[in-house]
């Protein structure tokens, strides 16, 4: 979601559609399980610093119609969502979205995007966009696509309170507390930010020790 664009510069709405999606029920029925839930952080599994508390999914029906309230929208709206089918999964994942979401009376349209030019005529253009990420460290995973003004700030999300959060994580000498502000960081996108990140992709790799010179496959 674009965060700087109308209808998600509203807070209470973008909470809203962030509050829609059952997370594992949408990873179960794209990956048939074979992912990890994530509370909208693209910080990897494993990575010391993600957020890894997301209980039952995230889902809060209710919760979402009274955003939608507290919006200015108490019988909903409608919003297109821009897919593509370069990516395997976005479509099912947008239709999956789609159901949800209308559960809180958000009607979400459907629009497939030509796989040629997405990313340079729909992607960062468009208000609300599929999109993915391959695995990251805390670091790079959240100033690459969310400090303010970055060239893949897709969201457009530029508070300057989260950009102090990075900076001090950076330069602090102490687990403990660069864990804190690195968790800060992400609970503050999984609330007010424009990405909502359901799930990571499990990546299942077989070896055995009599086979050799296989190269190493890399996603």
Same mark, same amino acid.
């Given at each position: 979601?674009?965060?700087?664009?109308? !209808?998600?510069?509203?807070?209470?709405?973008?909470?809203?559609? /962030?509050?829609?999606?059952?997370?594992?029920?949408?990873?179960?029925?794209?990956?048939?399980?074979?992912?990890?839930?994530?509370?909208?952080?693209?910080?990897?599994?494993?990575?010391?610093?993600?957020?890894?508390?997301?209980?039952?999914?995230?889902?809060?029906?209710? %919760?979402? +119609?009274?955003?939608?309230?507290?919006?200015?929208?108490?019988?909903?709206?409608?919003?297109?969502?821009?897919?593509?089918?370069?990516?395997?999964?976005?479509?099912?994942?947008?239709?999956?979205?789609?159901?949800?979401?209308?559960?809180? %009376?958000?009607?979400?349209?459907?629009? $497939?995007?030509?796989? &040629?030019?997405?990313? $340079?005529?729909?992607?960062?253009?468009?208000?609300?966009?599929?999109?993915?990420?391959?695995?990251?460290?805390?670091?790079?995973? @959240?100033?690459?696509?969310? =400090?303010?003004?970055?060239?893949?700030?897709?969201?457009?999300?530029?508070?300057?309170?989260?950009? &102090?959060?990075?900076?001090?994580?950076?330069?602090?000498?102490?687990?403990?507390? =660069?864990?804190?502000?690195?968790?800060?960081?992400?609970?503050? @996108? /999984?609330?007010? %930010?424009?990405?909502?990140?359901?799930?990571?992709?499990?990546?299942?790799?077989?070896? +055995?020790?009599?086979?050799?010179?296989? !190269?190493?496959?890399?996603?």
């Amino acid at each position: 979601m674009r965060t700087d664009m109308k !209808p998600f510069n509203n807070l209470a709405l973008r909470q809203a559609m /962030h509050m829609v999606v059952d997370r594992q029920a949408m990873m179960d029925l794209v990956l048939q399980g074979a992912g990890t839930v994530s509370c909208d952080t693209n910080v990897m599994p494993g990575d010391p610093y993600q957020m890894t508390d997301c209980p039952d999914g995230g889902q809060d029906i209710e %919760g979402a +119609k009274k955003k939608l309230v507290e919006a200015g929208y108490p019988n909903g709206f409608e919003i297109s969502l821009y897919t593509s089918d370069m990516v395997a999964e976005w479509n099912q994942m947008a239709e999956i979205y789609q159901q949800q979401a209308a559960l809180a %009376g958000i009607k979400v349209k459907i629009e $497939t995007a030509p796989a &040629a030019g997405f990313y $340079t005529d729909t992607w960062m253009v468009k208000p609300f966009v599929m999109t993915n990420w391959n695995e990251r460290a805390a670091e790079q995973a @959240l100033n690459e696509p969310y =400090r303010s003004g970055g060239s893949w700030n897709e969201s457009y999300w530029n508070v300057p309170a989260f950009d &102090a959060l990075l900076d001090q994580a950076a330069g602090e000498p102490s687990f403990d507390a =660069r864990l804190k502000d690195y968790l800060d960081a992400q609970q503050m @996108l /999984h609330e007010e %930010g424009g990405t909502i990140v359901p799930f990571f992709v499990n990546v299942i790799r077989v070896q +055995k020790t009599c086979v050799h010179n296989i !190269p190493e496959m890399g996603l």
